[in-house]
């Protein structure tokens, strides 16, 4: 006969200590999630009446700027000059922070150096500084060529374009700079480019900035739809140029050139759409 002994096998306790911990770690993730949401909820309404974010900056470790890099932003950039020494910090932190988040490619033996890198982030900064989230996580690169370069895809020669499935915006140089070179002729590369890119990423982020920007964009969009006397007035005018009737990608980008180079003009001559667009920017410094 065999007999077969089975020792009861009883569940180790588990530390009171330890017990009390996990739930305390439970609880506040929990209270966290929840908080969270309500933020976020809450947000959203304030943002929709007041057309900007509860708070815009929140910086734990300020970045600065090399001594190279600040000379060129302060010698060659003219809206940052336009800022009080308050916004000038917060512009030199986004931009440092903006520099570092970018990888930059010469091409066709391009050399990249400190004034591109500076001079075409500053534009970025610029645009998105009404923006909590302004580094356009739509893109990670930023190629540039020398000079206008060729596309096999569609046989033509580019100034800049915009790639969201390669996640880069693309310059000419020598093209960007002309766009600095005369500061109110409403024809500017950077901009243009960098316009492109936000558009794209607001419709396809879900912040809070985002929000703000299609709920801008949506209300010009629906105005101009309701005003046909707008859109013709719009067209007759000519203050922008014709290629911002391509669509509505263009539209915005050629806006946005001349809302900064000449807003004083703009706002005499269209208040409305003016108004829109200082509002889907939250741009309320610099005289804007």
Same mark, same amino acid.
């Given at each position: 006969?065999?007999s077969?002994?089975?020792?009861?096998t009883?569940? %180790?306790?588990?530390?009171?200590?330890f017990?009390?911990v996990?739930?305390?770690?439970?609880?506040?993730?929990?209270?966290?999630?929840?908080?969270s949401?309500?933020?976020t909820?809450f947000?959203?309404?304030?943002?929709?009446?007041?057309?900007?974010?509860?708070f815009?900056?929140?910086?734990?470790?300020?970045?600065?700027?090399?001594?190279?890099?600040?000379?060129?932003?302060?010698n060659?950039?003219?809206?940052?000059?336009?800022?009080?020494?308050?916004?000038?910090?917060?512009?030199?932190?986004?931009?440092a922070t903006f520099?570092n988040s970018?990888?930059?490619?010469?091409?066709e033996?391009?050399?990249?150096?400190?004034?591109?890198?500076?001079?075409i982030?500053?534009?970025?900064?610029?645009?998105?500084f009404?923006?909590?989230?302004?580094?356009?996580?739509l893109?990670?690169?930023?190629?540039?060529?020398?000079?206008?370069?060729?596309?096999?895809?569609?046989?033509?020669y580019h100034k800049g374009?915009?790639?969201?499935?390669?996640?880069?915006?693309?310059?000419?140089?020598?093209?960007f700079?002309?766009?600095?070179?005369?500061?109110?002729?409403?024809?500017?590369?950077?901009?243009?480019?960098?316009?492109? *890119?936000?558009?794209?990423? *607001?419709?396809?982020?879900?912040?809070v900035?985002?929000?703000?920007f299609r709920?801008?964009?949506?209300t010009l969009?629906n105005?101009?739809?309701?005003?046909?006397i707008?859109?013709?007035?719009?067209?007759?005018?000519?203050?922008?140029?014709?290629y911002?009737?391509?669509?509505?990608?263009?539209?915005?980008?050629?806006?946005?050139?001349?809302f900064?180079e000449?807003?004083?003009?703009?706002?005499a001559?269209? %208040?409305?759409?003016?108004?829109?667009m200082?509002?889907?920017?939250?741009?309320?410094?610099a005289?804007?």
């Amino acid at each position: 006969m065999i007999s077969i002994y089975l020792q009861d096998t009883q569940t %180790p306790e588990i530390n009171p200590t330890f017990r009390l911990v996990m739930l305390v770690i439970f609880f506040v993730g929990l209270a966290v999630v929840i908080l969270s949401k309500f933020y976020t909820f809450f947000e959203s309404i304030y943002a929709t009446k007041n057309k900007k974010p509860f708070f815009l900056n929140f910086i734990v470790i300020k970045k600065e700027l090399s001594d190279r890099q600040l000379t060129i932003l302060n010698n060659e950039f003219h809206f940052y000059q336009r800022l009080n020494s308050g916004e000038q910090a917060i512009f030199r932190h986004r931009l440092a922070t903006f520099i570092n988040s970018k990888e930059f490619i010469g091409r066709e033996g391009l050399v990249v150096d400190e004034e591109m890198k500076t001079l075409i982030s500053a534009t970025a900064v610029m645009l998105t500084f009404g923006f909590r989230n302004y580094l356009i996580d739509l893109i990670d690169k930023v190629i540039i060529y020398p000079t206008a370069y060729y596309s096999s895809l569609n046989e033509t020669y580019h100034k800049g374009e915009t790639n969201p499935q390669l996640k880069a915006i693309v310059f000419s140089w020598e093209d960007f700079k002309k766009g600095y070179h005369i500061g109110d002729d409403n024809l500017n590369l950077g901009i243009h480019e960098f316009g492109h *890119a936000i558009h794209l990423n *607001a419709f396809s982020k879900r912040d809070v900035s985002s929000e703000i920007f299609r709920d801008g964009f949506n209300t010009l969009a629906n105005y101009l739809q309701e005003h046909k006397i707008v859109r013709d007035g719009l067209i007759a005018s000519k203050y922008f140029r014709a290629y911002a009737y391509t669509n509505q990608f263009e539209f915005f980008a050629v806006l946005l050139e001349n809302f900064i180079e000449t807003p004083n003009e703009f706002k005499a001559k269209f %208040p409305e759409l003016y108004t829109y667009m200082r509002q889907m920017l939250n741009f309320n410094f610099a005289g804007y």
